[in-house]
């Protein structure tokens, strides 16, 4: 069973910035992702990378996230800059091992890590 171990997150003013890191136990030979979800709302997608280097992000945070993978440790980063109090969420590390479309079916999951943003 592969494990997910986020670090990162916390707390920050709007227009600052944080990085989260998550790392897995295993080889993951399709791709990673970051999830969030903010209290009353659905998860949703944030970023996704595939292992060939394929990114997608949410339209919400273009041009201030940054999702990038360190294969060799089988690794994911998303470096938020620019935050705003509306990404305040628990954020959620995902991997998956197998294609699902232009993404991955994403089986692995971490426990979350909380982003709050203040004005």
């Known amino acids: 069973q592969v494990q997910l171990v986020e670090s990162g997150g916390g707390s920050a003013q709007a227009g600052g910035s944080l990085e989260l890191s998550c790392a897995a136990s295993e080889y993951i030979n399709c791709g990673m992702a970051w999830y969030r979800q903010a209290p009353g709302k659905e998860r949703e997608l944030v970023s996704s990378?595939?292992?060939?280097?394929?990114?997608r992000y949410a339209e919400s945070v273009k041009g201030r996230f940054t999702i990038s993978l360190e294969r060799v440790k089988n690794a994911v980063y998303l470096q938020m800059n620019n935050l705003k109090t509306e990404d305040t969420a628990v954020y959620y590390c995902a991997a998956g091992r197998r294609p699902l479309g232009a993404l991955c079916m994403f089986d692995y999951w971490g426990q979350g890590t909380q982003v709050t943003v203040s004005s």
């Open positions: 990378i595939r292992r060939d280097g394929i990114t």
